[in-house]
């Protein structure tokens, strides 16, 4: 093997494309015939598509899967510190020279043709799991769903859709239906489809997909029911009724989340192990994460910091809620946002429950919103809004005025991964 370290790799495959997102599948055809279609080798997979809640819904399957003796591989996008994180092989992260051969193999297969950054990194964890035994493979969506890197399964195990809503409409379209047909378009012939609570044109749109391709659809309020009673998970389906611990990813909206991988578990013929471990150990980070520990949390002790990466409209109301049932406390935002994203959308329902919002740009992100920027928009929107350098600073201020503040770091999986890597 020629090259150093995944990092050099990865910086190399930068530069195959000039467009960081070209959603095609020609490409990744190319490369995974060149290498032996790896793909027809992966474990039974669950293949998982929506706007929000993909990722949680993930790390919960994963949680019951190998809570019931199983092992998974897992492949989601994108990382928060190092890119390893997106790959684990039958339950443990890649490691460096794994990862750095298959990378490489992937590099000189591809011959130097133009391919996206996320499609030869994707080909290269399907060859990576496609060659180490398991029992599942769990892979998320990047973007959209119909023209994904991912989307090059015959006949999963099982498809999920969770919660649609409006986001990367540049590259998905500008309704919610065009969108929730991209979604669709992970659903295969005959294999059974997982979909979570929907908007009725999105639902309109699965649905139609589901039919036309004779796919059984198991969807939230038809087929199974999930809910929280008495700080309890009451699930519930043809099968019978599930009274679980609440989802330990704090957040009303994991209710919905752990409904569908509960759905995925009794699909796939887990029992009531594998259904208490989904909602007791699952783990991810930068969603309503607590940090109690490291330089942030050193330089405001009396704070209560936490750090979350949603970024659309959708994710902006689910954080409201949240906090909105949090013990009462002075809550502050400090805020970074990409400008590709609907700041205003996300910025709205939070308006009402933030004393003030600090703006900051996300640190080595070209696509970031200036702070300025995020501040006019905030305050647009009903937020006491002001700047700041960095998030050490804006804390520093935060907690200089109001020393037992509730703090929220978010707007952006970017910010959440400079935090974590750096500061946090």
């Known amino acids: 093997m020629m090259a150093g370290t995944s990092d050099i790799i990865l910086t190399r495959m930068m530069a195959l494309h000039p467009k960081i997102i070209d959603l095609t599948l020609d490409r990744v055809w190319r490369l995974l015939d060149a290498l032996g279609n790896p793909q027809r080798d992966l474990p039974p997979v669950v293949h998982v598509a929506g706007t929000n809640g993909k990722g949680s819904t993930i790390a919960m399957l994963r949680a019951g899967l190998e809570g019931a003796g199983k092992r998974c591989h897992v492949y989601t996008s994108p990382h928060l510190v190092r890119f390893h994180e997106r790959i684990r092989l039958a339950g443990d992260l890649i490691d460096e020279t794994a990862l750095s051969a298959v990378l490489d193999e992937c590099e000189a297969a591809n011959g130097g043709a133009p391919i996206t950054y996320f499609e030869i990194t994707t080909v290269a964890a399907i060859l990576a799991m496609a060659r180490t035994p398991a029992d599942f493979t769990l892979l998320e969506v990047g973007l959209g769903g119909r023209l994904d890197a991912t989307n090059v399964l015959e006949k999963p195990a099982a ?152 970024h659309n409209p959708a994710a902006g109301q689910a954080l ?91 707007g952006s999986l970017y910010l959440a991964g400079h935090v974590l890597r750096t500061e946090g």
Not at 166 to 189: C, F, P, S, V
Not at 343 to 358: E, K
Request: net charge negative.
């Open 159 to 310: 498809t999920v859709i969770t919660p649609v809503s409006m986001d990367h409409e540049q590259y998905l379209g500008d309704t919610l239906a065009k969108i929730a047909g991209e979604k669709a378009g992970i659903i295969k012939r005959g294999v059974p489809c997982i979909v979570s609570r929907q908007q009725p044109d999105a639902t309109d749109v699965i649905e139609a997909q589901a039919m036309r391709l004779g796919a059984p659809l198991l969807a939230q309020g038809q087929h199974w029911h999930a809910a929280r009673e008495r700080d309890r998970l009451v699930y519930q389906d043809e099968r019978g009724l599930l009274d679980l611990p609440p989802p330990n990813l704090p957040g009303a909206h994991q209710i919905d989340n752990a409904g569908a991988a509960l759905a995925v578990l009794r699909l796939l013929g887990m029992g009531d192990t594998a259904a208490e471990a989904a909602v007791t150990f699952a783990q991810w980070p930068a969603r309503m994460q607590r940090l109690a520990t490291g330089p942030l949390a050193e330089r405001a002790p009396r704070v209560e910091l936490w750090l979350d990466g949603g």
């Open 320 to 410: 409201a809620t949240h906090l909105s049932g949090l013990p009462e406390r002075p809550t502050h935002l400090i805020c970074g946002m990409l400008n590709t994203k609907d700041a205003r959308g996300f910025l709205r329902p939070l308006a009402p429950l933030a004393r003030s919002l600090t703006a900051v740009a996300i640190p080595g992100e070209t696509n970031t919103l200036p702070a300025d920027e995020t501040a006019r928009l905030a305050a647009e929107t009903g937020h006491d809004a002001c700047v700041a350098e960095s998030v050490a600073a804006a804390l520093d201020a935060i907690s200089a005025r109001d020393p037992r503040a509730r703090v929220l770091i978010c």
